[in-house]
């Protein structure tokens, strides 16, 4: 198969929906399948193949990280993409991705789907602070039931984001699909490496954070946590790895707690020569997003054999749903920290939730969901005589659908 991508965001933006792209576009691409993809130029994109377009792209005034695509240098493309003969286009974000996805798919006269990652009604007051959060919300439904009832196919991470698509009056069809991860590259660590390399004491007692330090992922409410831990395990130690808008802020929080030396940052981690260290050094993971339409970062320290504590809240609910390898905690500072101090200072129970994890997570391979991804596109591809831009296609994985 030929297939187009299309995101607003990707490498070396730092995010699940680039992790996502990065993971399916690898495994279609080893399976003998073209994958073209277009993202915006971020000026330093690193090591891109012949078949990742970049197009020009400014800068976005609330959010620095992101960048918006000129539609026209997209148009210009169209000539070369009609030479490809593509078989369908895959929408991942909701913004210029859209409209241009939408606009090629009809152009090109092939199925457009799309790929609900991000719950912006929890999400766009981080950002727009001006802007009352009621209003935003009634604006981000209205956004996303309009434009998924435009596509011929939803996939989404999690059952959760089903659900809040379908309250919304979406009706097209809705295929649950996660991503999945590469259980072999996450398979070992060397946590003690880690530690020796940051000056962390190799006993002492460490929680990890691993992630986009966004406001949105609720990490304000770890730290504030930590002060529950820090009253049973002093030497207590909560590592947060990762970059992003909420840095400076979480900082500041942590020395008005008295937790400046039992926090510490250490920015973006490697995903091929760090990241798995860092999983390594922790004795848990330690979760409290309420945006997260999926969680993979739960699934990764899992992997590595490292126990989870987290909220169990929207994508995060289908990881954890099966009481395997994590505690569950409620979105209670003392609750949680009750669960962590627990986990710390149980051995056994730390070696056997991880144990857990390990063999948990093989159900959640990338190579599994490509397969079921590949699936779907063949039968959304499948000529009908009948077949018309609106009609709603029933795959074989679909969990909910509703036909027009």
């Known amino acids: 198969m030929n297939i187009l991508f299309i995101s607003d965001v990707y490498f070396p933006r730092i995010n699940g929906v680039s992790t996502s792209i990065k993971t399916f576009r690898d495994r279609f691409t080893q399976a003998g ?25 400014r800068r976005i005034i609330f959010d620095h990280e992101d960048r918006l695509m000129c539609k026209d240098a997209i148009k210009q493309r169209a000539s070369d993409l009609k030479q490809i003969k593509f078989d369908l286009v895959h929408i991942q974000t909701p913004f210029i991705a859209h409209t241009m ?19 912006f009604e929890e999400y766009f007051y981080h950002y727009i602070p001006l802007v009352p959060k009621k209003l935003l919300r009634h604006l981000a439904r209205r956004f996303t ?21 379908k309250s919304y009056g979406v009706t097209t069809a809705i295929t649950v699909l996660p991503t999945g991860i590469d259980t072999e590259q996450f398979s070992n660590g060397n946590g003690a490496r880690f530690r020796e390399k940051h000056n962390i004491r190799q006993d002492r007692p460490v929680l990890t954070h691993i992630g986009r330090v966004a406001h949105e992922k ?15 395990i002093p030497d207590i130690l909560l590592l947060i790895a990762g970059e992003g808008p909420a840095v400076n802020k979480l900082k500041r929080l942590s020395v008005r ?8 940052f250490v920015g973006y981690q490697d995903r091929l020569t760090e990241l798995n260290d860092c999983y390594s050094c ?29 909220t169990a809240i929207m994508g995060t609910r289908d990881i954890l749903g099966a009481g395997m390898g994590a505690l569950v905690a409620d979105e209670h500072e003392r609750q949680f920290a009750i669960k962590v101090i627990k986990l710390l200072n149980n ?46 296609i029933q795959p074989l994985y679909t969990t909910s659908a509703t036909q027009d």
């Open 33 to 57: 399948h073209r994958v073209v993809l277009i993202a915006p130029d971020y000026g330093n994109n690193g090591d891109d193949d012949n078949d990742i377009i970049r197009i020009p792209s």
């Open 101 to 119: 996805g939408v606009y090629l798919s009809r152009l090109l006269n092939i199925p457009r789907l799309e790929t609900y990652h991000t719950f």
């Open 145 to 165: 039931s309009k434009q998924c009832n435009n596509i011929h196919h939803i996939i989404t991470p999690s059952s959760a984001m089903q659900d809040i698509l």
């Open 218 to 232: 609720n990490i304000d409410f770890l730290i504030k946590m930590l002060t529950h831990v820090w009253q049973e």
């Open 257 to 264: 707690l008295g937790l400046k030396d039992n926090v510490l």
């Open 282 to 310: 922790g004795d848990a993971f330690v979760f409290a997003s309420r945006t997260e339409t999926q969680g993979l970062v739960l699934l990764e320290s899992m992997s590595l054999g490292i126990p989870v504590v987290s």
């Open 347 to 392: 051995e056994i129970l730390r070696k056997r939730l991880g144990a857990e994890g390990r063999q948990y997570v093989q159900a959640w391979s990338a190579d599994t969901m490509a397969f079921h991804m590949l699936d779907l596109y063949q039968t959304l591809c499948k000529p009908s005589e009948t077949q018309t831009e609106h009609t709603v």
